[in-house]
């Protein structure tokens, strides 16, 4: 905790949402909007022409995953050029027009601050599913930001479908499992240093049989 209560979590939250102000503020709210624009619509694209893209991949790729990965890569690639210039196209027009800068650059901003709000909330979110709140560290839990950040977790976790949620909470879970998983390999694999004259520690064979048998059931999780 720094001077004043501001916990790490306060700087992090001021920092990210600054820096979105800031970053938005310059660009303007058009080009933020139709960068935005141009992301989801590559993406949209992707997905609406895989099937038929897969199709002609698979005739010329054997490998099933390269033809896999190529299909979308082509497609969301292709599709990001050409969004990209007509965004830009539109975004020149719109900015030229007369009178709009000053306005543009004010949404700009708003914007950029709504966008850190949103980049928070969902962090935050992805670390409650990872992390249960009993385990939550303190700079997490007495933040002054925390309170706000959990009511607007919690209003965007309603809205969500179950199945979203579920879908998320697993992501979130595998992750942190693969996490412990190659930590526990590390740890395992890590020579331990010689005690006692070079002997080994009373019950250290126990502490190792131990967490190799975790190691074990993190791993049978993850199949």
Do not use: C
């Not at 970053?23 to 303007?28: M, P, Q, R, S, V």
């Not at 909007?33 to 141009?38: A, C, F, N």
């Not at 395992?188 to 250290?204: C, D, E, K, R, T």
């Amino acid at each position: 905790m720094l001077d004043g209560g501001i916990h790490t979590l306060d700087i992090i939250v001021a920092g990210v949402i600054a820096a979105s102000a800031i970053l938005a503020f310059l660009h303007g709210f058009v080009r933020e909007v139709l960068s935005i624009g141009t992301w989801v619509g590559s993406g949209a694209i992707a997905v609406a022409g895989y099937p038929y893209m897969r199709e002609m991949t698979g005739s010329y790729i054997p490998s099933p995953l390269i033809a896999d990965v190529a299909a979308g890569a082509l497609l969301f690639v292709g599709a990001f050029l050409i969004l990209s210039i007509v965004a830009r196209i539109i975004g020149r027009a719109l900015e030229s027009a007369e009178g709009l800068s000053a306005l543009n650059r004010s949404f700009g901003l708003l914007f950029g601050l709504a966008r850190g709000g949103l980049i928070v909330t969902v962090a935050y979110l992805a670390f409650s599913w990872t992390v249960p709140q009993q385990d939550h560290p303190e700079w997490v839990t007495e933040a002054k930001t925390t309170p706000l950040i959990k009511e607007f977790a919690t209003a965007i976790e309603s809205m969500l479908p179950p199945e979203w949620r579920a879908k998320g909470q697993d992501a979130a879970q595998s992750a942190k499992d693969i996490a412990d998983t190659a930590d526990n390999t590390r740890r395992l694999s890590a020579p331990q240093p010689a005690q006692n004259g070079g002997q080994q520690p009373v019950g250290g064979s126990s502490y190792e049989e131990r967490e190799r048998k975790r190691l074990d059931d993190l791993i049978r999780n993850q199949q």
